[in-house]
């Protein structure tokens, strides 16, 4: 075998241990940084979440004990006839743009992407919520041209995003500034005479444990405690949650802020880290002071504390593209799209069946957002 030809493998949960030192090292470097396909994260997930197994389909550089390109794969049975391929997202982790180092070639992403597509019945692969933007798309991009794959992108779309820069501070400054701003500013005045408002970033392992217990109970007060959504009603989610959390926390790479009135949490927000990137994963607030936007007032403080980070370079707030609460504090956008990718007859029934059936979910959700009187 030629020295540089890319040799993609498969590993399963069982296996994780002999690559995790590459593994982590690949997504320390990629050219854009993705927690969600992390070993720290994934670990959990696949403990406490996973519906089936989860392969890392990777390519390696063997002699060198390095990876060049990976993602976590699992079969689903989106089409109703066949199984096909799809990277491992979902609710806890809306990004799946693929680990791919600066030293990753074209050829070697092709075969990687060949070989995801060969594990699908369908032969048909879906990369949901795909950055369709940056350096790892723009490679991806050149890959898939020059192969013989057929591609497209579906659902395309785009959600809040803050951007580094030396423009920042400016930005936000702006978004301050503006109306929906100033209200934000307003409200946090009124709730400043009810007692001593207060806004604290939590950052140590033992603090994290803490403010994370604080979270699961004010979530669980709220609309999805009711619903039966909330963490604490869903056992397996708040041990993935739990023990994610801690793992992350225990490499300096989570942290939870937190908005106080006399010293009681009002809206808290849990952050992870991946290199000098912030996503916003999940966010909770006192529903009896809703009217006063607690959300927003904590974000613009989050935005501060993402600003004052040495290296930081962008935030995802990882929310639907209509979040108003994102929408008001950030004015950027993050392109993302489910990536088709496959070959022959069976990837053309695929995608049509896949586009059906995401349709009908969609117009579901919706009405049930309706029904529910949430946005």
């Given at each position: 075998m030629k020295q540089n030809t890319p040799v993609v493998v498969a590993h399963s949960a069982e296996t994780w241990d002999q690559i995790e030192p590459a593994w982590a090292q690949l997504a320390a470097t990629a050219l854009d940084p993705n927690p969600f396909f992390t070993p720290t994260f994934l670990r959990a997930y696949q403990t406490h979440l996973a519906r089936g197994r989860i392969q890392l389909l990777a390519v390696a550089h063997p002699a060198e004990q390095r990876l060049v390109a990976a993602l976590p794969l699992h079969l689903t049975r989106s089409t109703g006839l066949w199984h096909t391929a799809s990277t491992v997202v979902g609710d806890y982790g809306t990004l799946g743009t693929l680990l791919c180092s600066p030293e990753a070639t074209c050829e070697?992403?092709?075969?990687?992407?060949?070989?995801?597509?060969?594990?699908?019945?369908?032969?048909?692969?879906?990369?949901?919520?795909?950055?369709?933007?940056?350096?790892?798309?723009?490679?991806?991009?050149?890959?898939?041209?020059?192969?013989?794959?057929?591609?497209?992108?579906?659902?395309?779309?785009?959600?809040?995003?803050?951007?580094?820069?030396?423009?920042?501070?400016?930005?936000?400054?702006?978004?301050?500034n503006s109306k929906s701003g100033k209200r934000v500013q307003r409200y946090g005045r009124q709730l400043a005479r009810k007692g001593e408002l207060t806004q604290v970033s939590f950052t140590t392992p033992e603090d994290i444990n803490k403010a994370l217990a604080d979270f699961i109970a004010l979530e669980a007060a709220g609309w999805k405690g009711r619903q039966g959504t909330a963490l604490a009603n869903q056992t397996s989610a708040q041990n993935f949650t739990q023990q994610m959390f801690r793992d992350f926390a225990n490499t300096g790479n989570a942290r939870i802020d937190a908005l106080c009135l006399d010293g009681a949490p009002i809206a808290i927000k849990l952050w992870l880290r991946q290199g000098n990137r912030f996503f916003g994963w999940k966010t909770t607030f006192d529903e009896t002071h809703a009217k006063v936007s607690p959300g927003p007032q904590l974000l613009f403080y989050s935005s501060h504390v993402n600003l004052d980070t040495e290296g930081f370079e962008g935030a995802d707030s990882l929310t639907t593209p209509d979040n108003r609460m994102a929408n008001t504090v950030w004015h950027s956008r993050f392109a993302y799209g489910t990536i088709m990718i496959g070959s022959g007859s069976r990837f053309a029934v695929s995608t049509t069946l896949i586009k059906a059936k995401t349709q009908a979910q969609a117009y579901a959700k919706t009405k049930l957002k309706a029904l529910l009187g949430r946005r």
């Open positions: 070697e992403i092709a075969a990687l992407i060949k070989a995801a597509v060969q594990r699908s019945p369908g032969r048909t692969l879906a990369l949901p919520y795909h950055a369709v933007q940056g350096a790892t798309f723009e490679r991806l991009q050149h890959a898939l041209e020059a192969s013989s794959l057929q591609w497209h992108i579906a659902d395309q779309s785009d959600r809040a995003y803050q951007a580094g820069g030396p423009d920042a501070e400016a930005t936000l400054s702006q978004a301050l």
